[in-house]
């Protein structure tokens, strides 16, 4: 065994879908300053008031979607990180999550006792945001620092137009969109538009954040604005997948609060397309990897209801890649190539 690992990093769940334990999952995850952009004090009253009556929301949520195993989150990137694991000769494969179990600190210091020497750290975010990306980083750099761990660490940069993703995206809803359908919607996880701004501002502070595709945005805006990730993404897979002008689109799910976040909003899109005849329709959210809350029950449960009750017959669920042998192989070649430091 060669000192060279992988450490694959996801979100992150609640440990059980105890009230007591989404409490504590969502207070880790809010109070998170690249997630709730806000001062401290601010911040934390915020979060104060959300955990009054959320948890409970959340508990029920989660209980609807539990595997007998645990969270399908957890389960299926132990399932991905068991199906690289002979794809990366290197050394050890480790996962760790943002939140929750188990942990970034965990992980690295897990790997340094072990000898290693390299990690390449693959952040499981197709598309680059502060709120996924950046904390996952930031998150290992502090571990390195506060323990002294001399490891040395290769990232794998955000990877939404990279051709090994988008194969790996078409070949694994290709059943899906074999079966015929009336429309196909991309719905991606949203985002404050401030999150984006703030980025774009010194580059491009006309960047229109409702234009309806990705044409001419500059390759500096596309480096750091979600959006036009996202679109470039579902782009290039219609292209790919052959699918025709109008047969399909792309929303944002997920939206927390009263804050203006990035448009057209999933739940919007979902009464329009019934509205316009649309029965059967398939959904793909192509910004996870692996299943979890927001696509089994956000979409698979509490989609499908709304799409039903607003005049549709049928929204179907694309699975995410999951353990895909496609992707499994895609995702292996892409951290070969991730040099860029920590």
């Known amino acids: 065994m060669t000192d060279h690992a992988l450490l694959l990093v996801n979100l992150g769940s609640p440990a059980s879908t105890k009230v007591e334990d989404v409490r504590s999952y969502l207070d880790q995850f809010l109070m998170d300053p690249y997630v709730v952009d806000l001062p401290w004090p601010l911040r934390r009253l915020l979060v104060s008031l959300i955990l009054i009556k959320r948890p409970a929301q959340s508990a029920h949520a989660y209980s609807s979607i539990w595997w007998p195993e645990g969270s399908p989150l957890i389960v299926l990137s132990r399932e991905l990180q068991e199906a690289i694991a002979p794809h ?123 234009a309806p595709d990705s044409r001419g945005v500059s390759d500096e805006v596309l480096a750091v604005c979600y959006r036009s990730q996202c679109q470039r993404t579902a782009e290039a897979f219609a292209e790919r997948a052959g699918l025709q002008t109008g047969q399909w689109s ?45 696509t089994l029950e956000e979409i698979g449960q509490r989609g499908s209801e709304q799409f039903q009750e607003a005049g549709g017959q049928e929204l179907v669920l694309v699975p995410c890649m999951n353990s895909h042998p496609q992707w499994v192989s895609a995702l292996a070649r892409l951290c070969e190539t991730a040099v860029r430091p920590l």
């Open 250 to 294: 792309v929303s944002f799910q997920s939206r927390l609060g009263k804050d203006k976040w990035i448009e057209p909003y999933t739940e919007a899109r979902l009464d329009e397309l019934a509205k316009q005849g649309v029965k059967k329709l398939l959904v793909m959210c192509p910004a996870f990897v692996a299943d979890c809350i927001e």
């Open 88 to 210: 990366w000769p290197h050394g050890p494969v480790e996962l760790a999550m943002r939140y929750g179990q188990p942990s970034i600190e965990n992980a690295l210091s897990k790997l340094a006792a072990q000898g290693v020497k390299r990690v390449t750290l693959a952040p499981l975010y197709p598309q680059f945001a502060d709120s996924t990306t950046t904390t996952a980083i930031e998150e290992a750099r502090r571990v390195i620092r506060e323990r002294g761990l001399k490891l040395d660490v290769a990232v794998l940069p955000p990877f939404f137009a990279e051709a090994d993703y988008l194969d790996a995206l078409v070949a694994s809803a290709k059943p899906y969109l074999d079966q015929g359908f009336d429309h196909l919607l991309l719905s991606f996880h949203g985002l404050p538009e401030r999150h984006i701004r703030k980025l774009v501002k010194n580059i491009d502070p006309q960047h229109d954040l409702r």
